[in-house]
């Protein structure tokens, strides 16, 4: 079972944040299992709100960075000062070095300040000058994008995208969550409400990613994710109807990405051990970033969901 501290953190964002809680639970999944993720959706329907709610509920520094044309990556890594007291460099760290990070609409900075968050995500690191510098144990990228604006953006490369663990799609909420949204703003408002956080340790959550590590996964479920991988490698094989629509398959991190986002998911479930519903659950946010699509796929108007959906029919579940 989850501890109590992560059972109470997830109450708290579906109390914060009405209306999303695919989004919850997958940030969530995210952290259990290491990563970092994507956040994709249309202004307004509380992607940044999430964040900022999860980082009162973690007792750890939290940053946001808005991302715009002008950002340099030192603004990102933090650069080294000349102290004339001393007449020496002396390095000031920037706003990576926090435990969560929002990097808010992550595709209105040009490809050097992308860039500079790819060894940070990658290795817990980052290098300026001749040095590099450790960030904390607990780090994490929640970044935000918008999909429907073009204009001054800068699409993400595939070995940016690749470091994401989770692209998550997030949508408009329901009418009946919309509503609860319009209560929720005015009782705000007119009562001034304050509900008191979780404020999780970072210990805690450190904790429960070596509990997450530990689920079982059985050499059924193991070939499962095997064999799910290998049909986006070899389509042929598995389903040749979408051949055609794939350039590039996933790499060995999004296998390894599948397997722990699975094994978080049990967790949250309260199982000791990863079903086939669990990799179900987590199958499109960990490879929709990951598919190169051909030039066919795009004329046909084929999407990674699309594809992904057709794999999950042709691989035969354990």
């Known amino acids: 079972m989850p501890n109590t501290e992560i059972e109470s953190l997830l109450k708290y964002l579906n109390q914060k944040v009405i209306g999303q809680s695919s989004l919850i639970e997958n940030m969530l999944i995210t952290m259990l299992a290491g990563g970092h993720a994507l956040l994709e959706g249309p202004p307004g329907i509380a992607k940044t709100r999430a964040v900022s709610m999860m980082a009162k509920g973690i007792h750890g520094d939290f940053q946001r960075i808005q991302f715009t044309p002008d950002l340099l990556p030192a603004d990102l890594t933090g650069s080294d000062i000349f102290l004339h007291e001393t007449s ?61 604006e073009h204009e001054g953006t800068y699409p993400l490369p595939e070995a940016q995208l690749d470091r ?110 990863v079903a086939p519903d669990n990799v179900h659950f987590v199958f499109h946010q960990v490879l929709r970033h990951r598919l190169l699509l ?15 959906d057709t794999i999950l029919e042709a691989v035969p579940v354990p």
């Not at 051909?294 to 992904?308: E, G, Q, R």
Request: with cysteine; hydrophobic share 45%; charged share 25%.
């Open 88 to 148: 020496s460099f002396e390095f000031q760290s920037g706003p990576l070095f926090n435990h969560l990070v929002l990097a808010d609409e992550i595709n209105r900075a040009p490809a050097k300040v992308q860039s500079a968050l790819l060894e940070a995500m990658a290795e817990g690191q980052i290098s300026v000058g001749k040095k590099s510098y450790k960030l904390p144990t607990f780090f994490m990228v929640l970044a935000t994008q918008n999909p429907f």
């Open 164 to 273: 994401f663990m989770m692209h998550i799609n997030v949508d408009y909420p329901d009418i009946d969550a919309e509503r609860a949204v319009l209560r929720m703003a005015r009782e705000e408002i007119i009562q001034d409400i304050k509900e008191e956080a979780p404020n999780i340790n970072i210990e805690d959550i450190l904790q429960a990613r070596k509990s997450v590590a530990s689920l079982h996964v059985g050499e059924a479920i193991e070939d499962y994710i095997l064999h799910l991988i290998q049909a986006t490698r070899r389509p042929s094989e598995y389903a040749p109807a979408i051949a055609e629509f794939i350039k590039s398959g996933a790499s060995p991190r999004a296998t390894m990405s599948l397997e722990r986002c699975a094994q978080a998911h049990a967790y949250l479930m309260g199982r000791d051990f």
């Open 294 to 308: 051909s030039y066919n796929a795009d004329a046909d108007n084929v999407t990674s969901d699309d594809i992904l």
